[in-house]
């Protein structure tokens, strides 16, 4: 007998299609009615997990530092090198390219547009790149000295100092 995963409840429904909509059409353009559409539910029902759309992006952005750190974890684990993992965060651009090119970085756009609108949760939502520098100075260049990158190109001295 095959196990299903288990449904999402409807409140985490919400935070992933809110996600999603705001990753594709930005926080200021996506309404209630947009995301409670994409979930099926009532504004009603929808007003029953949110009360305000803040209090959905604060969710949003929990849910994708979240969704960030299991991903840089599982790097961690996966590279038994400082280049595989470097080669882990590239694939997952190349991965995602499509939608990079047409919606553009996830958390960049995200931060753009809460720094436009001034909004409180900007420095939440920066966060996340926080999260990405910290796993890149962690996981990929303090195990490296800066004298083996010299060592092996320009390449990777190029990386050192991009992300320091």
């Known amino acids: 007998m095959k196990s299903e995963a288990p449904k999402p409840s409807t409140r985490q429904d919400i935070v992933e299609k809110a996600d999603l909509l705001f990753y594709q059409h930005g926080f200021e353009n996506t309404s209630f009615a947009d995301i409670a559409d994409a979930v099926g539910i009532s504004r009603g029902n929808f007003y029953y997990h949110f009360k305000t759309k803040d209090d959905i992006l604060k969710e949003v952005i929990a849910h994708r530092a979240a969704k960030t750190q299991g991903m840089l974890d599982a790097w961690a684990l996966k590279g038994r090198t400082p280049i595989?993992?470097?080669?882990?965060?590239?694939?997952?651009?190349?991965?995602?390219?499509?939608?990079?090119?047409?919606?553009?970085?996830?958390?960049?756009?995200?931060?753009?547009?809460?720094?436009?609108l001034e909004h409180p949760s900007q420095?939440?939502?920066?966060?996340?790149?926080?999260?990405?520098?910290?796993?890149?100075?962690?996981?990929?260049?303090?195990?490296?000295?800066?004298?083996?990158?010299?060592?092996?190109?320009?390449?990777?001295?190029?990386?050192?100092r991009l992300l320091l």
């Open 84 to 116: 595989e993992r470097l080669k882990c965060f590239a694939q997952m651009l190349i991965d995602n390219r499509k939608d990079i090119q047409r919606f553009g970085c996830p958390v960049g756009t995200l931060c753009a547009e809460l720094a436009k």
């Open 123 to 160: 420095g939440e939502a920066g966060m996340i790149f926080g999260q990405f520098r910290r796993w890149l100075g962690q996981e990929v260049l303090e195990p490296v000295s800066y004298t083996q990158l010299r060592a092996q190109g320009k390449g990777r001295k190029l990386v050192c």
